[in-house]
């Protein structure tokens, strides 16, 4: 009877994992702050909603006693913030930019009205990030996708944070590129540490190679949204290293977009090398054509 239980016991110890839900490191942002009238006294229960402008996804909460909010698990992007209260107007904070790992304070005061009555305003760029005391640095969409890269890596563009350096060639990570699939693996120093104290998150999971200390996983450039660089005194939850790469992919929008491209290296865009004047030899063939498509947009599902 014991030996036919075992296996039972271990299918449904499976089970009970598989539904569990598993907890990754954060790639969203935070959004906090305080809601008062123009007394300066707190607002409790005061209607705070965020939206965001590209897909109209909300989220909602409501204000405590001390006129406090907090919404956090917001992907990156673009926001409009929202507040109602009876008796007040109601306030919108216009085109708040979140980044992958932000956490950042809007405060609201409410003017007294009605609330068919609103007042726009757009939102200051906050100039300190007064909510966290890590130390980082987010390479945006249009940099990773602009910028030229050589075999497409994302990640070498971390290199454009301060206090990063690119390693000797013989170095430990260096010495084994390029990685399968022809893309260079990331050989780079944060705050003069080694290169294998560097750790890679995509979408909060776990994307660093365990033999070689690199990345495991290389997303299409197009398919990134921003990453950011982690370089000092970050949350507990990046422990394991002395630097974190954190990058967020990109969702779609209520938009249909899409595009196609070729990136091409080829020795006729290339000037002679300064000895082959001297020489007479010829500049040596290069032909490196890399092509490309994507597309996104919202799914609609019938009846839903």
Known sequence: MARSLLPLSWASTALLLAATPLRTQTVTATLVGTVIDPTGAAV??????????QTGWT?????????????????????RLIV???????????????????????????QVGELVESVEVRAPAPLVASETSSVGQVVENR????LPLKGRSFFELALLAPGVTPTQP???????????GGLNAPAF?????????????????????PHYLTPSF????????????????????????SAQVSAVTRSGSNQFRGGVYEFVRNDKLDAPNFFDNFTGRRKSPLRYNLFGA???????????
């Open 44 to 53: 409790a229960g005061a209607s705070v909603q965020t939206e965001n402008k």
């Open 59 to 79: 989220r909602r909460v409501l204000t405590n006693e001390s006129g406090d909010y907090r919404i956090p698990s917001l992907p990156p992007g673009r926001y």
């Open 84 to 110: 109602e209260s009876p008796g007040f107007k109601r306030a919108v904070l216009d085109d708040i930019e979140l980044r992958v790992e932000d956490t950042l304070r809007a405060d609201v005061v409410l």
């Open 143 to 146: 940099q990773i996708v602009e």
């Open 170 to 180: 013989a170095s430990f990570v260096a010495w084994r590129r390029p990685m399968p």
């Open 189 to 209: 120093q944060v705050g003069g540490a080694r290169e294998k104290s560097n750790g890679y998150l995509v979408d909060g999971v776990d994307a660093q190679d």
């Open 218 to 241: 290389f997303p299409s450039v197009d398919a990134i949204q921003e990453f950011k660089l982690l370089s000092n005194a970050y949350s507990a939850e990046y422990g394991r290293f």
């Open 294 to 304: 994507n597309a996104g947009g919202p799914i609609r599902l019938p009846r839903l």
